[in-house]
């Protein structure tokens, strides 16, 4: 039995390939980071809720507040924003002022959910740092966060005059990204 | 200040790295000793910098100095001390500081170790090695400084995710960059060779060892990932295909295919382009998993905080090392072809399938994890792709490979007897056949059980060979010989091992694929599920603290026909800070089939909780295939050819033919 010899060919060409893949892939790559610097930021939700309506919940008030809990039906009629909060966090106090000015402005209702937080944590933590939200709603089970699609606190929905979720925000809300994003978002949503 | 002194060190690195990478390359091009000497010293400097800048970092940990950036944000005066030392690498700024310290200290053993050297091909690697560093460090220094100061400094840290508070994952960093970053070496060595224009056994052999402890630790790391998922996030699952776990997955890949051309390199001096290809092919993967985790590019849940100025330069720095090295290589290439010719039933045309194979596979892992990124760049609109497509196409590449893995060892060099190699396989052959009837009489005949029977025949039929493989090696006419036993060269036995390691690994995966069983029930206490002939009941439910975090613990009772088999306590615990629920899943393991326990959230008012409860067969045959493996891979290394200054010296095959 005598089978062929091989060995390696000498041609040229294939020694490029290598290279052209690797430039395609990085051209791919700088391509992809353009976009997440744009705005495009694929960890922004492989949203399932994004443009759905907020899903459907009722969650108790905080005690002697002047407006109740938050329900689905609360959503519908005026543009909102829900902020996902709880007074445990230390990111959310970094975006407190920032809702506090907001709510000044009155350019939108902002309702809270206040996530996994005793009642009496939450009423003491807004006594001291001020009292953005028009609507609280207790989430101490997470059903909430997880009807939501929650990771971490904080969290804030942008949700239309339908009841629709319209943007996520995962983090604290800067005044950039509220300049860049939510506003103009909401301009537009109120129109 | 001693931030301060690690901040300077660092900076200082970088200088010491430049030069490293500089000025021994002159030298090799100029043939100046004086210019060629410098870059032992310089690595051994640059590895001191580095590592005093690592541990001037988990000092500020360890005291917990939230005056410090990174500190403040990642950890936290009331977690365990492990903990504040992981810390260190759980996030983005101090693992790149282990990273870069793991690269010098490597570049530091080639100086300190690579004696034998030709003087030029050392001064060419390290200087490689010094530029490598001296890209990662700056990277460190102008985007991602971990040592920059907070003021006011707050009185309390952010803490570390819980999820990463956990044994397995402490140490599953480091081992995967001891991994990655080991690649680094035999790439450097590549880019030199290159240079060199010269690639020979020698080389191969200087490379092997390298390659091979970087597989080992990648191998163990690969390891200790899945099974800290395995048992801390209470799925029962130990394998995702998720982006991250391919990135570390894909160079294990190129880095096995790596392995096993080196040593046709050093036994046939042939596929040499082709090895050296796979050296760089291999660290650019590596670099590109560094690039993904930390881009923010793609989806997934390990990925680090994302800040595109970071990727913009993680991007920069591929296009310049891999993008140079394929320049190279494309020029070089030619100069280092030829070497020996081998018909294609042999040996070396063994391990070239098994390269075949094993590229082939890391490059449909690497279309799978990237084709979310294609798609959308094509406006192909937004998907993800996950196990479906991995399990279809991974599966059928890796069968085949592992039928051969059983067969190629017992080829001869250059021109192979694969009629004779059958006939010596007969009885592995037949052991697999009955692991195939046995699997489907004792759990019947349909698909799933067909696939997971053919897995278990291959699996069977890689250990009955390996283990054939063995007694062809120590048996005589005389029959068994101890001399032989002992005269075994240490890398046949690493073979060895490794090999039946794979086949344990085949079973394991196998078996927890197809048999896995699971039960949801919300049982109130004196409740119980029955599962794969387990009785596991409920008792109660209590409260208890542990030094970070209260933790709600179910006990439970396992029996079996009566008979009682353990008591379960699986947690769920609350960490505070940052708030974060984490499952502990209790495992009561046979050592074939694991029982897994999950306690849920309380359901009712009645004291029921939502219990989840896995029978998990042949889940720690995953661990013993992982373990085997990478002893193999240490005692093949331990192999006296790969130990300090034999290199040159041995100069006789270690390698006995098969008898024939």
């Known amino acids: ?191 | 200040m001693l931030i301060e002194l690690g901040h300077f060190a660092l900076a200082l690195a970088l200088l010491v790295a430049l030069v490293q990478g500089t000025m021994p390359l002159l030298g090799a091009a100029r043939g100046n000793p004086a210019w060629m000497a410098m870059a032992e010293p310089a690595a051994i400097v640059q590895s001191l910098l580095c590592a005093f800048a690592f541990a001037a970092l988990t000092h500020a940990y360890i005291v917990s100095d939230f005056s410090v950036i990174g500190v403040a944000q990642n950890s936290h005066t009331a977690k365990p001390l492990l903990y504040k030392i992981s810390g260190v690498w759980g996030n983005h700024e101090g693992s790149m500081v282990l990273w870069i310290t793991v690269l010098s200290v490597f570049g530091a053993a080639v100086a300190l170790f690579g004696a034998n050297l030709p003087r030029t091909l050392k001064a060419r690697t390290l200087a490689v090695q010094g530029l490598i560093g001296a890209g990662f460090i700056t990277f460190i220094l102008f985007t991602s400084n971990p040592f920059i100061r907070l003021n006011p400094a707050p009185a309390q840290g952010n803490g570390l995710n819980p999820l990463l508070q956990d044994p397995g994952l402490a140490f599953h960093p480091p081992m995967l960059y001891l991994g990655y970053v080991g690649f680094s070496v035999a790439f450097s060595f590549a880019v030199a060779a290159l240079l060199e224009g010269r690639v020979d056994s020698a080389w191969a052999r200087w490379v092997r060892p390298w390659t091979l402890a970087a597989w080992v630790f990648l191998t163990l790391g690969i390891g200790l990932g899945s099974w800290w998922a395995y048992y801390e996030l209470g799925w029962g699952g130990w394998w995702f295909w998720d982006p991250v776990e391919n990135a570390s997955f894909i160079p294990w890949l190129t880095g096995t295919a790596l392995l096993h051309s080196a040593i046709v390199v050093e036994r046939r001096e042939a596929l040499k382009s082709w090895t050296i290809l796979l050296a760089i092919i291999t660290f650019s993967l590596s670099l590109l998993g560094t690039f993904l985790v930390r881009s923010g590019i793609l989806t997934s849940v390990h990925a680090f905080a994302a800040d595109p100025a970071r990727g913009v330069f993680v991007l920069a720095l591929l296009a310049v090392a891999i993008g140079g090295s394929f320049t190279l290589y494309a020029f070089r290439a030619p100069a280092v072809d030829g070497g020996g010719v081998f018909s294609p039933i042999s040996r070396e045309g063994g391990l070239l399938i098994n390269n075949l194979l094993l590229t082939t596979a890391a490059t449909t892992v690497l279309l799978g994890t990237l084709y979310p990124l294609i798609a959308d760049a094509l406006e192909l609109g937004k998907l993800s792709v996950g196990a479906p497509y991995f399990n279809a196409v991974f599966v059928p590449l890796m069968a085949p490979l592992v039928i051969l893995t059983g067969i190629g060892p017992l080829l001869a060099w250059k021109r192979g007897d694969l009629a004779g190699a059958l006939q010596r396989l007969k009885a592995a052959a037949g052991l697999a056949a009955l692991a195939l009837i046995a699997t489907l009489a004792l759990n019947g005949v349909d698909l799933i059980n067909i696939a997971a029977a053919g897995g278990m025949a291959i699996a069977v039929w890689l250990f009955a060979a390996s283990v054939t493989e063995w007694l062809s090696r120590v048996r005589g006419q005389d029959g068994l010989s101890w001399q032989r036993i002992v005269n075994l060269p240490r890398s046949a036995y690493g073979m060895t091992c490794a090999h039946l390691g794979m086949a344990v690994l085949v079973a394991g995966v196998t078996g927890a694929t197809a048999w896995k069983e699971e039960r949801i029930e919300s049982l109130k206490p004196g409740e119980h599920i029955e599962l794969a002939g387990y009785r596991v009941t409920f008792n109660t439910a209590r409260d208890v603290r542990g030094p970070n975090y209260a933790a709600l613990q179910g006990e439970y009772t396992v029996t079996r026909d009566g008979a009682a088999v353990a008591t379960m306590r699986p947690e769920k615990r609350n960490f505070s800070q940052p708030v974060q629920q984490t499952t502990e899943a209790a495992i009561h393991t046979t050592g074939i089939s694991d029982l897994y326990v999950v306690i849920g959230d309380m359901d009712g008012a009645e004291g029921a909780f939502v219990t989840r409860v896995y029978h998990e067969p042949f889940v720690p045959f995953l661990w013993y295939g992982v373990l085997l493996m990478g002893l193999g891979g240490l005692v093949s290394l331990s192999d006296r050819r790969h130990r300090i200054g034999a290199a040159r010296r041995v100069s006789a095959p270690t390698h006995a033919l098969p008898a024939e």
Not at chain 1, 58 to 87: C, I, M, Q, Y
Not at chain 1, 137 to 154: F, H, K, N, Y
């Open chain 1, 1 to 191: 039995m005598s089978s062929p010899e091989i060995s390696a060919p000498p041609k040229r060409w294939p020694l490029v390939v290598p290279l052209v893949v690797v430039i395609a892939l990085i051209a791919l790559f700088g391509k992809r980071l353009a976009d997440v610097e744009g705005g495009d930021d694929p960890r922004l939700l492989p949203t399932v809720l994004l443009n759905t309506p907020f899903p459907e919940m009722d969650l108790a008030a905080l005690p002697n507040r002047a407006f109740g809990g938050l329900a689905t039906t609360d959503l519908k009629g005026e543009v909102s924003l829900v902020n996902v909060w709880g007074s445990w966090c230390v990111a959310c106090l970094a975006e407190h002022p920032l809702l506090v000015a907001l709510n000044k402005e009155k350019t939108v209702p902002i309702h809270g959910i206040a996530w996994r937080d005793p009642p009496e944590a939450s009423l003491k933590w807004l006594a001291q740092h001020g009292d953005p939200y028009t609507r609280v709603g207790q989430d101490p089970r997470s059903t909430a966060a997880i009807a939501l699609g929650v990771t971490g606190a904080p969290e804030t929905f942008v949700v239309d005059a339908q009841g629709v979720i319209r943007y996520k925000h995962i983090g604290p809300i800067t005044p950039e990204v509220w300049q860049t994003k939510l506003a103009p978002l909401i301009a537009q949503l109120k129109k």
